[in-house]
């Protein structure tokens, strides 16, 4: 049954990242910019899929800031920063609430995926979402969209046996979401396989 997942034709309209502890390190309450160090292959990740076309966006828990640790400015700096680093997003969607606000966009709650899926005007049935920890994965399957988990040392093990699908890597996690056909084609940047892999995608 797992193999249809793998096979099916549909390449994703958009991906969104959760932030912290999958496009950048962890940094609990982070405020300051200087602090924003990226996670292994989300460059390339990125790159990937912005030369094929794909939108891409952030979606992303901000605690932080309702609980007083730092301000809007603070964090707008430090989302300044991530796009220095990584390139500019599509979407940015956050959720500055504090966890018991009962706001309708903090994750496991839908509304930050859905928000950037109306910003994007995709459906979030062509939309994976890739994330570090359980309540992304139940955002994504809330708002109808496919979650990927790529765990992080604050992954929880049970969250990481709940998890519909689960890679080592932001790399590996972009294999699972275009399948690998696209994946390979990026892996091996040889001339001739790129060639092939332009004519078989007219
Ligand atoms: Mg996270
Ligand atoms: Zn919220």
């Not at 994976?128 to 992954?155: F, Q």
């Not at 998890?163 to 056909?181: N, R």
């Amino acid at each position: 049954m797992k193999m249809m997942d793998h096979e099916r034709k549909l390449t994703p309209a958009a991906v969104l990242f959760d932030r912290d502890g999958t496009l950048v390190v962890d940094v609990p309450y982070n405020g300051d910019p200087e602090l924003v160090t990226p996670m292994p292959g989300a460059q390339q990740t990125l790159e990937r899929l912005r030369s094929l076309g794909l939108r891409t966006g952030v979606v992303t828990n901000q605690s932080a800031v309702a609980l007083g640790k730092i301000g809007m400015d603070d964090m707008r700096s430090v989302n300044a920063r991530v796009e220095e680093i990584l390139g500019p997003f599509d979407t940015w969607q956050v959720c500055p609430h504090a966890p018991d606000d009962g706001c309708a966009c903090r994750k496991p709650r839908p509304g930050l995926v859905l928000a950037a899926c109306r910003d994007l005007g995709v459906s979030p049935k062509e939309v994976v979402v890739i994330g570090d920890i359980g309540a992304d994965m139940t955002a994504a399957l809330r708002a109808g969209a496919r979650g990927i988990m790529v765990p992080s040392p604050t992954t929880l093990r049970r969250e990481v046996l709940d998890a519909p699908a689960v890679a080592g890597d932001l790399w590996s996690a972009l294999t699972l979401a275009l399948g690998p056909d696209m994946a390979s084609a990026a892996a091996s940047p040889d001339p001739d396989s790129g060639a092939s892999a332009m004519s078989s995608a007219a």
